[in-house]
């Protein structure tokens, strides 16, 4: 490609500068050509686990053969409950340094099960770490982990939002961060890692998460959306994207803000699991795996089944019960109405986790709150003037919950 086409951005300039061979000149396919010429040979499809009992779905240019429903990490009761959901069947089990001690009893079960699983972690990579930083943060959860190489690690949670746009918390920074890039590198060079991601549950996610797919360096992304939230949050253009670039689709945050009902016949969570598989991902994590032996078997048994018309009544029932209480996550409405620039969908979802999750959710969304900026928070910055409420238009009471973050999390 010659100079005279050169896009001289600043993010393009920082990929062309973290992958040394290219030239300014390269495009996100140029990028995609080069990280691929940095892998090993990708074995024909790969599988794990002798018990086959659970369908199985091509991950993306991975070849990994995962089962479509994983075993989350957040909120793990022990060591116990993980191992049964590998002997019933579980074969891609996902966890994070966030997630409490979930490392730690992860690699309790990595003693034994090691070669029964595709193992993934993440890091949580700023767009001003150096690549010793970034390293280093792997190695902390391969020491926790009980093991030499993660199959998949994936950047934790990239996200863009008022305050931090071209901070090193900007998820476009994080990812064109050249330090990360070389990192990617040394770390699938040294045999620590052979796969790598990006996850998002912002309400952005869209846009990041195919400006990280045409950077050619990932392989796959995490990423949050149900039957709530589907057309809104632009699912359907991102999975055809990842789908034409074969990269693998995981599926998070199925449960659709996690409320409990009290309505009577209603127990959505095998419907809402089912409905995801439903679309273009190989498999959805959830967290309720973990949690104890009969919301594992739900889980479990949702792979299995095809969406019938009585899940779908399920499923309405369920919204229309959570309907002016779940966000959708559709942020730019109402912080673009909000004159203080308070990160109200971020909020929102911590409010979620606390009431809703419990358990290591709830110190999640604690020390998640806690990581905001001074001004992005309530108490500092919101006025109750009810503009985002105006927004919103699921009419959800969006001052009484970011109170409730306040009075409860901070």
Same mark, same amino acid.
């Given at each position: 490609?010659?100079?005279?086409?050169?896009?001289?951005?600043?993010?393009?300039?920082?990929?062309?500068?973290?992958?040394?061979?290219?030239?300014?000149?390269?495009?996100?396919?140029?990028?995609?050509?080069?990280?691929?010429?940095?892998?090993?040979?990708?074995?024909?499809?790969?599988?794990?686990?002798?018990?086959?009992?659970?369908?199985?779905?091509?991950?993306?240019?991975?070849?990994?053969?995962?089962?479509?429903?994983?075993?989350?990490?957040?909120?793990?009761?022990?060591?116990?409950?993980?191992?049964?959901?590998?002997?019933?069947?579980?074969?891609?089990?996902?966890?994070?340094?966030?997630?409490?001690?979930?490392?730690?009893?992860?690699?309790?079960?990595?003693?034994?099960?090691?070669?029964?699983?595709?193992?993934?972690?993440?890091?949580?990579?700023?767009?001003?770490?150096?690549?010793?930083?970034?390293?280093?943060?792997?190695?902390?959860?391969?020491?926790?982990?009980?093991?030499?190489?993660?199959?998949?690690?994936?950047?934790?949670?990239?996200?863009?939002?008022?305050?931090?746009?071209?901070?090193?918390?900007?998820?476009?920074?994080?990812?064109?961060?050249?330090?990360?890039?070389?990192?990617?590198?040394?770390?699938?060079?040294?045999?620590?890692?052979?796969?790598?991601?990006?996850?998002?549950?912002?309400?952005?996610?869209?846009?990041?998460?195919?400006?990280?797919?045409?950077?050619?360096?990932?392989?796959?992304?995490?990423?949050?959306?149900?039957?709530?939230?589907?057309?809104?949050?632009?699912?359907?253009?991102? @999975? !055809?994207?990842?789908?034409? *670039? &074969? #990269?693998?689709?995981?599926?998070?945050?199925?449960?659709?803000? +996690?409320?409990? $009902?009290?309505?009577?016949?209603?127990?959505?969570?095998?419907?809402? @699991? !089912?409905?995801?598989?439903? *679309? &273009? #991902?190989?498999?959805?994590?959830?967290?309720?795996?973990?949690? +104890?032996?009969? $919301?594992?078997?739900?889980?479990?048994?949702?792979?299995?089944?095809? @969406? !019938?018309?009585?899940?779908?009544?399920?499923?309405?029932?369920?919204?229309?019960?959570?309907?002016?209480?779940?966000?959708?996550?559709?942020?730019?409405?109402?912080?673009?109405?909000?004159?203080?620039?308070?990160?109200?969908?971020?909020?929102?979802?911590?409010?979620?986790?606390?009431?809703?999750?419990?358990?290591?959710?709830?110190?999640?969304?604690?020390?998640?709150?806690?990581?905001?900026?001074?001004?992005?928070?309530?108490?500092?910055?919101?006025?109750?003037?009810?503009?985002?409420?105006?927004?919103?238009?699921?009419?959800?009471?969006?001052?009484?919950?970011?109170?409730?973050?306040?009075?409860?999390?901070?």
């Amino acid at each position: 490609m010659s100079v005279e086409n050169v896009n001289l951005t600043r993010r393009g300039l920082l990929r062309a500068a973290s992958l040394g061979a290219l030239s300014l000149g390269a495009t996100a396919a140029g990028g995609q050509e080069k990280a691929e010429a940095l892998k090993p040979d990708a074995p024909k499809t790969e599988d794990r686990n002798s018990n086959k009992s659970l369908p199985r779905r091509r991950l993306g240019r991975t070849n990994m053969m995962v089962t479509t429903i994983g075993s989350g990490g957040a909120g793990i009761t022990g060591p116990e409950i993980l191992h049964r959901a590998i002997d019933k069947g579980i074969n891609y089990i996902d966890t994070a340094p966030a997630y409490g001690d979930s490392e730690d009893v992860f690699g309790e079960v990595m003693k034994t099960d090691r070669d029964k699983v595709f193992l993934a972690t993440k890091w949580v990579v700023l767009g001003d770490w150096t690549m010793e930083q970034c390293l280093e943060s792997l190695n902390r959860s391969l020491k926790k982990l009980k093991t030499d190489h993660v199959d998949l690690l994936q950047m934790h949670s990239v996200d863009t939002g008022p305050g931090i746009k071209g901070t090193p918390r900007d998820g476009y920074v994080r990812i064109d961060n050249p330090n990360l890039h070389k990192a990617m590198e040394k770390a699938r060079k040294d045999g620590k890692v052979r796969w790598f991601g990006v996850s998002s549950h912002n309400p952005q996610r869209k846009d990041l998460l195919k400006y990280a797919i045409d950077t050619g360096l990932f392989d796959a992304i995490l990423v949050a959306f149900n039957h709530l939230n589907f057309e809104q949050s632009g699912m359907p253009e991102l @999975l !055809a994207h990842a789908h034409k *670039k &074969d #990269i693998g689709v995981i599926g998070m945050k199925a449960s659709a803000g +996690n409320a409990t $009902l009290n309505v009577p016949n209603v127990k959505p969570l095998t419907a809402q @699991l !089912a409905w995801i598989l439903s *679309k &273009d #991902i190989q498999t959805v994590i959830n967290s309720k795996t973990v949690f +104890n032996e009969d $919301l594992q078997d739900a889980c479990l048994a949702a792979a299995k089944i095809k @969406l !019938a018309q009585a899940d779908r009544d399920t499923l309405e029932r369920y919204a229309a019960a959570v309907h002016s209480d779940y966000c959708r996550g559709c942020g730019h409405l109402c912080e673009s109405a909000c004159p203080a620039d308070v990160r109200i969908a971020d909020i929102l979802r911590f409010e979620m986790y606390h009431r809703n999750y419990g358990g290591a959710h709830q110190e999640l969304a604690r020390t998640s709150y806690a990581e905001l900026a001074t001004d992005e928070r309530v108490l500092h910055s919101c006025h109750d003037c009810r503009k985002c409420e105006e927004a919103c238009p699921y009419t959800l009471p969006i001052v009484d919950k970011l109170h409730y973050v306040e009075r409860e999390l901070a």
